[in-house]
């Protein structure tokens, strides 16, 4: 199946510092998402991006769709504890008959150091 | 609160046990999801319904058994489960699985499913 990259897989960073992570894939999508999973938790959608080149902003979030469509990032500024999770990226790829596939990122596990 | 619950949130159960596992939506969706989330790995999509109708089965071994009375009941059927089946199982809804490109799935907070 089609894979998304995304990196780093994990990062320690000090609390008030900047965070940023992406994802890339070979594959054009559609749409990018950014979820985070807190522990023993369900994701939950934090960003939906649906047009190449869109800036989005959620709080102290921000994410971008690639120009290209294969590509996109996240950052959060002034990282504060509660920011600690794991981070998926995700994107909608058209597996025909009207369909489209959500393909998953293997997660970015973000610890904040207070 | 996402509007997806799903219980039991954990399960321990053995090799030769039956056992459900139930998911509700209460955003008035009409597609509903099956994922697998093991260590270290992608999510894995295992089932999709969409308006009660299984539309995709992801070459998942018979030992899972999806049912989907209506819109907004999921459940998981269990039996003879392998300890490699240990895992978070998450439930998600969308609005249409056939709405294009900007239909968002919403997740429930998962089963932590143990198999002794």
């Known amino acids: 199946g089609q894979q998304l990259n995304q990196s780093p897989q994990s990062m320690f960073i000090q609390e008030g510092e900047d965070v940023s992570m992406n994802c890339t894939s070979s594959?054009?999508?559609?749409?990018w998402l950014w979820y985070k999973q807190d522990p023993g938790e369900g994701p939950v959608l934090l960003i939906a991006?649906?047009?190449?080149?869109e800036l989005t902003s959620n709080g102290r979030l921000t994410a971008q769709f690639g120009i290209t469509r294969k590509d996109s990032f996240l950052n959060i500024s002034a990282s504060i504890p509660s920011d600690v999770g794991i981070y998926f990226c995700?994107?909608?790829?058209?597996?025909?008959?009207?369909?489209?596939?959500?393909?998953f990122g293997k997660g970015t596990k973000l610890s904040v150091i207070p | 609160e996402t509007g997806v619950t799903q219980t039991p949130r954990h399960l321990v159960m053995g090799m030769t046990n039956k056992k459900s596992l139930k998911c509700e939506q209460h955003?008035?969706?009409?597609?509903m999801y099956w994922y697998k989330q093991s260590a270290k790995k992608p999510l894995e999509l295992m089932f999709v319904?969409?308006?009660?109708?299984?539309?995709e089965n992801n070459s998942v071994p018979s030992r899972f058994s999806p049912e989907c009375p209506n819109s907004s009941h999921l459940f998981l059927h269990l039996h003879t489960l392998q300890p490699e089946d240990s895992a978070l199982y998450l439930c998600?809804?969308?609005?249409?699985?056939?709405?294009?490109?900007?239909?968002?799935?919403?997740f429930g907070p998962g089963t932590r499913l143990t198999v002794l």
């Open positions: 998600a809804s969308s609005l249409d699985r056939k709405a294009g490109d900007t239909d968002t799935q919403y």
């Open positions: 594959s054009i999508f559609n749409t």
């Open positions: 991006l649906y047009k190449a080149g």
């Open positions: 995700a994107g909608h790829l058209y597996s025909g008959a009207g369909s489209y596939q959500l393909t």
């Open positions: 955003l008035g969706h009409n597609a």
């Open positions: 319904y969409n308006f009660k109708e299984q539309t």
